[in-house]
């Protein structure tokens, strides 16, 4: 069964703006899914949907196959973790140990049991030994790691993030891929991440969906969506940039194929140097 699906999702803004339209669009067990698009193509909106912060205007969304309702929210809140671009619009507690426990709080677990997935969620992140920092005070990289955390806490099915790398040097932008990644392979939670940035999709993702103009306009493996340069262009993004250096290598008629990675550029340019 998917965990997600959208039926002809539709959300039109009180300013009679569409959104999003008509969005068809499935998420299964264990995926890592990136979708990408520029500023406005509706990527937010669209995560919105997904446990419930916004109801569609039309159309219908399914988390593990029954719709949003007053009745499921808490259910489907607690499948379904959302983690906002920004950590400032989600932290709000006087300490690390109340922001990560919040969730779990609600949901009547015992003391015993909080602390137990406070523990657990904090060492994920490797934020044990923060529990009495104040967030408000930590960098933006530690603010994305608390936020992260406080959704671990319940346990979800899946996580979503929103520009997770926004504000980050690249060497905590690295080391939250790998944290994701490994909340993936070793939690099994399915990843959904928006963003914009496309040289770190193909670290992130196994598909990519093109967002624009508040539809999806392609879903597939990373190699067969980046493979169209002119689409991309076409919705104001660019090629990463190990593709673009593979493609023009190979225009200038050295024998490999287009790749992705910097690992997987380099097996193909070791070859060719063999």
Do not use: W
């Not at 379904?80 to 426990?101: K, L, S």
């Not at 003391?111 to 920092?133: A, C, H, M, P, Y």
């Not at 909340?183 to 967002?211: F, K, W, Y």
């Amino acid at each position: 069964m998917n965990i997600i699906e959208t039926r002809n999702l539709t959300h039109i803004y009180q300013r009679k703006i569409k959104a999003l339209d008509n969005i068809n669009f499935t998420a299964k067990p264990g995926e890592r899914i990136a979708v990408i698009g520029a500023n406005g193509a509706g990527k937010s909106t669209f995560f919105k949907h997904f446990n419930g912060i916004l109801k569609p205007t039309s159309g219908e969304l399914l988390i593990n196959g029954e719709p949003i309702s007053k009745k499921n929210i808490l259910k489907v809140r607690k499948t379904v973790g959302v983690v906002f671009q920004n950590p400032d619009d989600q932290i709000f507690a006087p300490t690390v140990m109340q922001d990560v426990a919040f969730g779990p709080t609600n949901l009547g677990l015992s003391e015993e049991e909080i602390e137990d997935r406070v523990r657990k969620s904090l060492e994920v992140v490797r934020l044990t030994g923060f529990e009495d920092r104040a967030p408000h005070h930590m960098s933006t990289g530690e603010k994305k790691k608390v936020a992260i955390a406080g959704i671990l806490a319940m346990e979800p099915e899946v996580l979503v993030l929103d520009e997770p790398t926004a504000g980050l040097d690249p060497g905590g932008s690295m080391r939250l891929i790998k944290l994701i990644n490994e909340m993936n392979s070793q939690l099994g939670i399915t990843t959904i991440v928006a963003t914009h940035e496309v040289d770190i999709v193909p670290l992130l993702a196994d598909r990519v969906c093109i967002m624009s103009g508040g539809k999806i306009i392609a879903d597939g493996p990373p190699d067969e969506i980046f493979s169209t340069s002119e689409m991309i262009q076409k919705t104001h993004l660019r090629m990463p940039i190990v593709a673009r250096l593979t493609e023009m290598l190979k225009k200038e008629g050295l024998p490999i194929n287009v790749r992705f990675t910097v690992e997987d550029a380099r097996d193909e340019l070791l070859k060719v140097y063999k």
